[in-house]
């Protein structure tokens, strides 16, 4: 009977510890507890003063939302790239991290596209070609109108749409890529 008694003080000392810290957990190189609003949140320590308007600035790039794409003056040889993700998606937060940090694909990116993110679950309605776009019901946590055209109804994340300098698609694809697929698909796109 003694060993059960020990093994539950145990067991529910344990659990106990574990349940208050829960919420707060710290890292050697964070000064502050990270909460879990903060603990998926991608920052960049090299970049002293992103856009104000922009909380996009993933992989140490600067990345425009869709609301800001009417400011863009399309009489450029850019194309645009919209990263389509979700705040849940792992591995678009992966993609974030590893993929767009990488320097050739940066280089790639910021010589040749407008770079755009768009959450796909976004409820507020988007402005897009002169057409609104509202959120629809369905799925996990349901989505908006333009993720469902853009990504032709095939809701996957992290997904990437290509589009030419007048906003035409060019090509969309989906799921994760490191960096070097990620060049190899962005030498196809060019070329096309």
Known sequence: MRPFL?????LSTLLILSCKGENQITTKNSPEPETKETKYKISNPAQKNPKPTSPLNTGGMQWMTIDELSEINSSGSKKYLIDIYTEWCGWCKVMDKKTFSDPIVQEKLKDQYHLIKFDA????????NGKTYEWQAGGRKGSNALAIELLNGRMSYPSLVYLDENLKPIKVTSGYKNPEQMIQELEIITKS
């Open 6 to 10: 020990f093994y539950s003080l145990l």
């Open 121 to 128: 679950e976004r409820k507020e309605p988007v402005i897009f």
